[in-house]
Each structure stands twice: as C-alpha cells, then as structure tokens.
C-alpha cells in the first residue's frame, strides 16, 4: 500500500470520525445545516473509501474515478448548502 493510499483511508476514517459527532448533534438539535453537513461528511467517508480501496481493486479504477469525482461535487455542493441555508428561529 502507497502512502498516499494511507493518507486517503486516514482521511476517510476521520471523516467517519466527524460523521458520527455531527449525526449525534443533528440528534439532538434537529437543525437542517447539521443534517447537510452530516451528510457531506458522509460522502466524503465515501469517497476516501472508494479511493483506498482502488489499489485493491485496480480493475475497476475508472469507475471509481468517475463516482468519486460525483462525491466530491456533492460534498462541496452539501456544504455549499449548509453555509447559505437559512434556519428558523
């Protein structure tokens, strides 16, 4: 495994790390930013996992390009979202 492979599953691992902090607090405040915000950090958990595993499925290493580079658009576009929502108070 290349470092660089290990700094894509460390990040993933963190993001997943972040997804359950910001789940638990979407839990207990219901605000819709946190639940975009959970969700980005989901996807990006996502997106470090497909890129870890590339080097132990090398055959299908375009595919996982391409939804890769679909997260990371959705990512940025979650938290996009999350910065300009408006919340009632």
């Known amino acids: 495994m ?3 492979n290990i700094i894509v599953l460390v990040s993933s691992i963190l993001a997943l790390v972040l997804f359950s902090i910001s789940l638990a607090a979407y839990m207990r405040e219901r ?3 946190l639940l975009l915000v959970t969700t ?4 990006y958990f996502l997106m470090g ?3 870890s595993t590339e080097s132990f ?3 299908i290493g ?3 390009e391409i939804w890769g ?3 990371n658009f959705v990512v940025l576009l979650l938290f996009f979202f999350a910065m300009v929502t408006k919340e009632k108070v």
């Open 57 to 59: 499925f090398p055959s």
């Open 69 to 71: 580079s679909i997260l």
């Open 31 to 33: 605000r819709r930013k």
């Open 49 to 51: 996992f497909m890129g």
């Open 62 to 64: 375009e595919t996982l």
């Open 2 to 4: 290349e470092i660089d």
């Open 40 to 43: 980005a950090f989901f996807a």
